[in-house]
Each structure stands twice: as C-alpha cells, then as structure tokens.
C-alpha cells in the first residue's frame, strides 16, 4: 500500500511515517518508480509504535524494542548497556504507574456512570 492509505488507516501523518521510517522503526519496500510499498503488517507495526510513544518511549528504545513485538519474537541482543537496562525499566515502571492512574480512573468513571444511571431510573 502507498504511503497515504497507511496514514489512513492508522491515523498517523504521512510526515510522522516518513519520521519513523528515518529512524529506523519502519522499513517500507520500493517500487520501481521509488515509491514506497508498505506491506500489510507494517500497519500493526504503526500501531505498536504509536502506542508505545503515547506511553512516553522514546524512538531510541523503541527501535531496540521492535524485535520484541514481531511474531516470533526475533530478539538478537548485542548492545545492551546497563544504562539501556535501566532506561528499559524506568520506562516500564513509568508505564505501570500510568496504567494504574489509568484503572483508577476508569473505575471512577464507571462509579459514577452506574450512579447517574441508578438515579435517572
């Protein structure tokens, strides 16, 4: 698929897909005319990247990642430094604690829609 019809699809920029692709987290096949060719799976992959940079990741760690959420997972550590380790778990202990603000809001959320539909009945 061209460029435009990924953007559709994931709501992402075609500015930010050409971002990612200079960074490295997306590899997009060419056409002979030079136009890229984004295979299907990459739409996921948009997915994935957009999520984990929502959640605060940075494209760094994000690209020594990606291998991580392929199916099979094809992890080839060759670099991982101490301080990429303990990057990778202030990121994830940052994530929990979002996901717990995030359930706890949730929670409040849903109190109060059964409270308001309890007294509208």
Do not use: H, K
């Given at each position: 698929?061209?460029?435009?019809?990924?953007?559709?699809?994931?709501?992402?920029?075609?500015?930010?897909?050409?971002?990612?692709?200079?960074?490295?987290?997306?590899?997009?096949?060419?056409?002979?005319?030079?136009?890229?060719?984004?295979?299907?799976?990459?739409?996921?992959?948009?997915?994935?990247i957009r999520g984990l940079l929502d959640s605060g990741v940075p494209t760094r760690i994000i690209k020594q990642i990606l291998p991580c959420l392929d199916n099979p997972c094809t992890i080839h550590v060759?670099?991982?430094?101490?301080?990429?380790?303990?990057?990778?778990?202030?990121?994830?202990?940052?994530?929990?604690?979002?996901?717990?603000?995030?359930?706890?809001?949730?929670?409040?959320?849903?109190?109060?829609?059964?409270?308001?539909?309890?007294?509208?009945?």
């Open positions: 698929m061209r460029i435009g019809e990924l953007a559709e699809r994931t709501n992402v920029p075609t500015r930010l897909l050409r971002y990612y692709e200079e960074q490295g987290l997306l590899t997009p096949n060419r056409a002979a005319n030079g136009y890229r060719d984004y295979p299907e799976e990459l739409v996921d992959r948009v997915t994935q060759t670099d991982a430094t101490p301080e990429l380790i303990a990057s990778l778990e202030q990121q994830r202990d940052q994530m929990d604690a979002r996901i717990r603000c995030l359930a706890r809001n949730r929670d409040a959320i849903s109190a109060y829609l059964d409270a308001v539909r309890r007294d509208t009945r």
